[in-house]
C-alpha cells in the first residue's frame, strides 16, 4: 500500500451499514443444541440459557406437548429400571431449580416423583428426555 492510498484520519466516526435483513441460520434435528433451542423457543443464533424457572416452565411446556407415556426408563444412578407415568405439573409442587423438572415413576412399589434429569435410556422418548438432560446439567 503507498502512501496515496492512506487517508489521514480526522477524528470523524465512519458511518456503519446497517444490515437489510439478517438471516438467523435454521435450526437443525441433527444438532443438540439446536434441539435444546427448539424447545426453549429460540433461534439458531441464541445462546443456550441457564437453567430458571421460566427456562425450566417452557421446557415443561415443551415436553409436555411431546412426550409419549408410560415410558420405560433407568435411573442414571444405579441403572435401576422404572415405568414413567407423566409429567408432574409444576403447579402440582414447588418448582425447584436444583432438581428440575419431575416425573412420576414406578418401581416394584408404588409411584414417586422423580427428577427427569436422573432418566437415562428412556425408551421412546430418548432424543428428548437426553437433550433435556444435556442442557439441565450443563446450563445449571
Not at 408410560?70 to 414447588?94: C, N, Q, W, Y
Not at 412399589?109 to 438432560?133: H, Q, T, W
Amino acid at each position: 500500500m503507498g502512501e496515496e492510498d492512506i487517508e489521514h484520519d480526522d477524528g470523524t466516526p465512519v458511518p456503519i451499514e446497517r444490515p437489510t435483513s439478517i438471516i438467523t441460520k435454521p435450526l437443525s434435528e441433527k444438532d443438540q443444541d439446536d434441539r435444546v433451542r427448539m424447545a426453549l423457543g429460540l433461534t439458531h443464533d441464541d445462546p443456550l440459557p441457564d437453567v430458571s424457572r421460566k427456562t425450566l416452565l417452557a421446557y415443561y411446556r415443551y415436553l409436555a406437548a411431546n412426550l409419549w407415556f408410560p415410558f420405560k426408563a433407568k435411573t442414571e444412578s444405579d441403572g435401576t429400571t422404572l415405568t414413567v407415568s407423566r409429567l408432574i405439573d409444576p403447579k402440582e409442587s414447588e418448582l425447584d431449580e436444583e432438581e428440575g423438572l419431575l416425573c412420576e415413576a414406578r418401581d416394584r412399589e408404588k409411584p414417586f416423583p422423580l427428577p427427569l434429569s436422573e432418566l437415562d435410556d428412556a425408551v421412546g422418548n430418548r432424543k428428548l428426555i437426553g437433550d433435556y438432560g444435556y442442557w439441565f446439567w450443563n446450563w445449571h
